[in-house]
Structure formats: structure tokens, C-alpha cells
């Protein structure tokens, strides 16, 4: 499988390229989430969110995952604008946190036409604002395995729709799947019962650790169905020493690693933008995420 290069760093890269006159280019997705309390109307102390994206631009991030879509619009613009100031930010739209949950009689009844119905506005928004990936973050414990199927079967038939599209779809973990459904864990068994052409798994490593969940295990167990994995940890990347993000970018290959996406949901100091420098900084220039990534 060929991977998209997402972080190149090192010495010995940079001298490669030197040596081939084409330098390799750094790429890197941050998750627009973990801006969530900077990002806003400026008459209340908010930045526009295209005037952060700039900020994270020139700290070396690459590409955006959003979430903020809402009724067919992302951060109250149109697909369209959206896209042209992501564009203009220098940055480039790759993905989407969006989701229509299912009602409890929904659930109950195994009918998804109204929420599939919703499906059709929204993927045509994502293909407008350029989205090449859309990811659920989010079904909630599930009560029976006969919930879960039903969430599964709902997997599979917006993964459906989004491939019409051309658009790839995916689900994002929490800590909750790690834990047993009737016996059965559930993140193995949503990993067994989505169709792996419609459905990849958006791997949060941090939420995984936390769930007591080792991640190289689950790559091995499950080659090729990680396209992407959400880099995060207690606070700033790296800080923690509680994720071995050295063994995840190792086995990156294995896990079927297109793309990752850096995200920070919380944060050690005040300026919320030091922690975005500091956790770029991490990955930009950690050796094993280099070398994970050499051809």
C-alpha cells in the first residue's frame, strides 16, 4: 500500500533531499477542535477561525480536520468559502468530525431512512468544501449487541453513500468502546462487523492507552484498517510518556496510516498557542517518526 507522507523530519532526510535537489515535503493535520476556545467573533475576544489556521500554518501544519459543520455550513460559511479560506490560510482540507446520531426508537427499530436522509445534504456540503475523508466521532455506549449492530449496519450504510461520492469514510474512538458489550469488546467488534471497504477506523491512540488498549496490538490484529490515527496525548504531544508513539509511527505501515491528525484537547499553559507550537515542534523533528515514514 503506498502511505501518504504525512511528517518527514531528521537529519537524515533533510540531507537526502539536498543530495536529489527535490526537498521532501513536511505534512502534518491538525484537528480544528483543538482551537475551539480561541476560534470565534472577535467583538468576544475570538479569532476568525481563517486567521488561526494562518497562525497554525506557519508553525508547519499542513492540513485541517474540521469540525464545525452545522446545517450545511462550516464555521458559518458556505462549503465554498470555507474551502478558499482554508486555501488562502496556506493550509489544505483533508477531513470532517461530523455526525446524525440515532434516536433510541431508531436504534429500537433498525430504521435508518430519516438519518440516512440526512446523510445526502451533508456529504454534498463535504464534497463542496473539498473533504476527501468524513469521520463519526461519536455512537455513545451501547446498551446490547443488537444496539451495536444496528450502529454497525449504520457504519456500513453511510460509508456507502460517502464511497458514491467519492468520499472516505470513517468512525473515531473514545475510551467507552474498550470496554465490553455482552461479553464482546466493543471496538473489536465494530471492527468485525463494518465492511472494510466502506468503513476505516480513525485510531484515537490516546483514548486507546487510557481504555487500556495497546494500539501496535489492534494494527497487527487488524492490518490495513487504520488510514488514520488521531496523535494525542495528556496535553502537548510527547509530554505525557504515557503513549509510545514511537512503536505507533513504527508500526505505521502495518496500521495502514495515511494520514494523522494531531489534535490537543487540553492544554498546559495559558498561551493555548504555545502548546500547538510545542506539540509541531515534537513531531516535526522525533526520529522515529522520520523513520517511519523512509523509503
Known amino acids: 500500500m503506498k502511505i501518504k507522507l504525512l511528517v518527514l523530519a531528521g537529519a537524515a532526510l533533510l540531507a537526502a533531499s539536498c543530495a536529489t535537489g527535490s526537498p521532501q515535503k513536511k505534512e502534518m493535520c491538525i484537528q480544528m477542535y483543538s482551537a475551539r476556545s480561541i476560534i470565534g467573533d472577535p467583538a468576544e475576544g475570538k479569532t476568525p477561525y481563517d486567521v488561526v489556521l494562518?497562525?497554525?500554518?506557519?508553525?508547519?501544519?499542513?492540513?485541517?480536520?474540521?469540525?464545525?459543520?452545522?446545517?450545511?455550513?462550516?464555521?458559518?460559511?458556505?462549503?465554498?468559502?470555507?474551502?478558499?479560506?482554508?486555501e488562502a490560510a496556506g493550509m489544505e482540507v483533508l477531513s470532517s468530525h461530523t455526525a446524525r446520531g440515532l434516536s433510541a426508537e431508531e436504534v429500537a427499530s433498525g430504521d435508518l431512512s430519516a438519518a440516512l436522509a440526512w446523510w445526502d445534504e451533508t456529504i454534498a456540503a463535504h464534497k463542496a468544501a473539498g473533504m476527501k475523508y468524513i469521520v463519526t466521532p461519536?455512537?455513545?455506549?451501547?446498551?446490547?449487541?443488537?444496539?451495536?449492530?444496528?450502529?454497525?449496519?449504520?457504519?456500513?450504510?453511510?460509508?456507502?453513500?460517502?464511497?458514491?461520492?467519492?468520499?472516505?469514510?470513517?468512525?473515531?474512538?473514545?475510551?467507552?468502546?474498550?470496554?465490553k458489550v455482552e461479553g464482546q469488546v466493543?471496538?473489536?467488534?465494530?471492527?468485525?462487523?463494518?465492511?472494510?471497504?466502506?468503513?476505516?477506523?480513525?485510531?484515537?491512540?490516546?483514548?486507546?492507552?487510557?481504555?487500556?488498549?495497546?494500539?501496535?496490538?489492534?494494527?497487527?490484529?487488524?492490518?490495513?484498517?487504520?488510514?488514520?490515527?488521531?496523535?494525542?496525548?495528556?496535553?502537548?504531544i510527547g509530554q505525557s510518556g504515557m503513549v509510545g508513539f514511537d512503536a505507533i509511527f513504527r508500526n505505521a505501515e502495518t496500521a495502514g496510516l495515511q494520514h494523522y491528525i494531531v489534535e490537543i484537547e487540553r492544554y498546559s499553559y495559558d498561551d493555548i498557542r504555545r502548546s500547538f507550537k510545542e506539540s509541531a515542534d515534537y513531531l516535526l523533528s522525533a526520529p522515529f517518526v522520520a523513520a517511519s515514514y523512509a523509503k
Open 54 to 86: 494562518k497562525e497554525l500554518s506557519d508553525m508547519g501544519y499542513t492540513s485541517i480536520e474540521a469540525a464545525g459543520y452545522g446545517d450545511g455550513k462550516f464555521y458559518g460559511d458556505t462549503p465554498e468559502v470555507f474551502k478558499q479560506k482554508v
Open 138 to 179: 461519536w455512537i455513545g455506549p451501547q446498551a446490547s449487541l443488537h444496539d451495536l449492530q444496528v450502529q454497525c449496519d449504520y457504519l456500513n450504510a453511510v460509508g456507502a453513500k460517502c464511497a458514491e461520492a467519492g468520499i472516505q469514510y470513517g468512525y473515531h474512538n473514545h475510551d467507552y468502546e474498550f470496554a
Open 186 to 236: 466493543m471496538y473489536d467488534y465494530m471492527l468485525e462487523h463494518t465492511d472494510p471497504a466502506l468503513v476505516f477506523f480513525q485510531m484515537d491512540v490516546y483514548w486507546a492507552v487510557i481504555g487500556n488498549a495497546a494500539p501496535v496490538e489492534y494494527f497487527k490484529r487488524y492490518p490495513g484498517r487504520f488510514k488514520m490515527l488521531h496523535i494525542k496525548d495528556e496535553t502537548e
